[in-house]
Structure formats: C-alpha cells, structure tokens
C-alpha cells in the first residue's frame, strides 16, 4: 500500500507521516530529506546550487541512503550520518534551487518509486501524489498558514538545538518564498493532486491529523478489500 502526504513546507509532513508509519508498520520515506542530502552534498564539494553535473557525480560517489535506527530515519552520504547537518537553516535556504533541478529530481524519483516497490510505504514530499506516486492508495495534502509554520520551524530549531538569529517574522518571509519557489519551478511544482484530500492544520493537534489520516487510510484499505 503506498500512503502520499504532500504540502509546503513545516505543514506537518514529516512529523505525522513517521507516526502514521510506525502506527501501521510501513516503511516511512521523508523524500525531501534525500534534496537536503542533496544540497548538503553540493556546499560540502563546494559546488554551485546550481552545478547539475557537478551535484549529481557527488551523489553517485556518496550514495544517498536513508535508514531506521531504533525507531529513527537517519540520512546517510556515504558512511556519514548527516541528518542532523541537512536541518540547518543554510540548507533550507538552498535546497529549493537544488531539487528544482531536472537531472536532480529525476534521479531521486527513481530511487523514490524503487523504495515504495518494495514495500508498504507512507511518503511525505511535494510532488508524491502527482509524480512519485500518482497511482498511491491515499493522497493527502496538508496546508496550515505562514505563521503557524513558521512558529513550528522555530519550535524545531529548539528541539534541535539549531542555533538561528533569524526572528519569527524573517522565518516566516523564509517559508513564503519558499512556497514560491516550490509552487512556481517547472520540474514537479507542488500543487495538490486532484484526488487528494486537503487537511489544514492551522489549528490541529498532531493526534488530530494522524487520526484524519489514519481514518482515509481505513476507507482505502475496506474499499481494497471489497475489490479484491
């Protein structure tokens, strides 16, 4: 069973994406950790956001790899434990040019759609439910407004224990460029699928929206069985 959940950036994603897949046992795949990878792999070789070539050799000599320890997806390149690296602020500010890049996107699609082959997946991006997966049992798009993104993106910086000087307000200006630049590239912008189910976390706890989620999930999963 393949799960999609889409949405700009801080709507939840990550955080009820990996609750739902641990609630279910399916493999959680955190698609934009692999353009953070990415990214960090472009400032590491000291190489240009916008070096295609450039960024794509790094990642086939570094192998982009996502495993679970002890209940954790950690990001790997090569043997390094880099996903903690890939949060920083500096990332973030750079990882839209990176995955607008149309060699880049492709060769992390593949290796996406290989990963959801093989197993009953829940995973989280911009483009899952119109490029990844666009046949996924459950689509859904989660949106919530600027500000409460961003005051989430701070709260993660905390727990983190991220050092910023950005303010709330510059935070928040950070993630309606963002949108921007992730609605408007011409490679996989992010747009809701037709068939996905629209969820505004604005005001929702966590529990709230696994729940909504986890409900769609039991709809598509009785409809299954009633098929087969």
Same mark, same amino acid.
């Given at each position: 069973?393949?799960?999609?959940?889409?949405?700009?950036?801080?709507?939840?994603?990550?955080? &009820?994406?990996?609750?739902?897949?641990?609630?279910?046992?399916?493999?959680?795949?955190?698609?934009?950790?692999?353009?953070? $990878?990415?990214?960090?792999?472009?400032?590491?070789?000291?190489?240009?956001?916008?070096?295609?070539?450039?960024?794509?050799?790094?990642?086939?000599?570094?192998?982009?790899?996502?495993?679970?320890?002890?209940?954790?997806?950690?990001?790997?390149?090569?043997?390094? %434990?880099?996903?903690?690296?890939?949060?920083?602020?500096?990332?973030?500010?750079?990882?839209?040019? &990176?995955?607008?890049?149309?060699?880049?996107?492709?060769?992390?699609?593949? #290796?996406?759609?290989?990963?959801?082959?093989?197993?009953?997946? &829940?995973?989280?991006?911009? %483009?899952?439910?119109?490029?990844?997966?666009?046949?996924? %049992?459950?689509?859904?798009?989660?949106?919530?407004?600027?500000?409460?993104? $961003?005051?989430?993106?701070?709260?993660?910086?905390?727990?983190?224990?991220?050092?910023?000087?950005?303010?709330?307000?510059?935070?928040?200006? %950070?993630? #309606?460029?963002?949108?921007?630049?992730?609605?408007?590239?011409?490679?996989?912008?992010?747009?809701?699928?037709?068939?996905?189910?629209?969820?505004?976390?604005?005001?929702?706890?966590?529990?709230?929206?696994?729940?909504?989620?986890?409900?769609?999930?039991?709809?598509?999963?009785?409809?299954?069985?009633?098929?087969?």
């Amino acid at each position: 069973m393949q799960v999609a959940i889409d949405g700009p950036a801080s709507a939840g994603k990550s955080t &009820v994406a990996k609750i739902i897949a641990q609630k279910l046992n399916f493999t959680y795949i955190d698609t934009g950790a692999m353009y953070r $990878a990415s990214t960090w792999l472009a400032r590491e070789h000291k190489l240009s956001y916008s070096d295609e070539k450039g960024i794509l050799a790094a990642i086939d000599k570094e192998k982009i790899e996502l495993k679970s320890e002890n209940g954790q997806q950690k990001v790997f390149a090569g043997d390094k %434990d880099i996903s903690q690296d890939i949060r920083t602020p500096d990332i973030s500010a750079h990882v839209s040019q &990176v995955s607008a890049l149309a060699d880049i996107r492709a060769k992390m699609v593949s #290796l996406q759609r290989q990963m959801a082959g093989q197993m009953n997946v &829940v995973m989280d991006g911009r %483009d899952i439910g119109t490029t990844v997966l666009p046949a996924a %049992d459950v689509k859904i798009f989660l949106v919530a407004s600027a500000h409460s993104r $961003a005051q989430r993106r701070m709260l993660d910086f905390k727990e983190r224990g991220i050092k910023t000087n950005q303010s709330l307000e510059e935070i928040e200006q %950070d993630i #309606l460029e963002r949108d921007y630049k992730d609605s408007h590239r011409k490679i996989s912008p992010l747009k809701k699928a037709l068939d996905a189910i629209e969820i505004d976390t604005t005001s929702m706890t966590i529990d709230q929206v696994v729940n909504a989620i986890l409900s769609e999930i039991k709809k598509s999963q009785k409809n299954y069985k009633k098929r087969v």
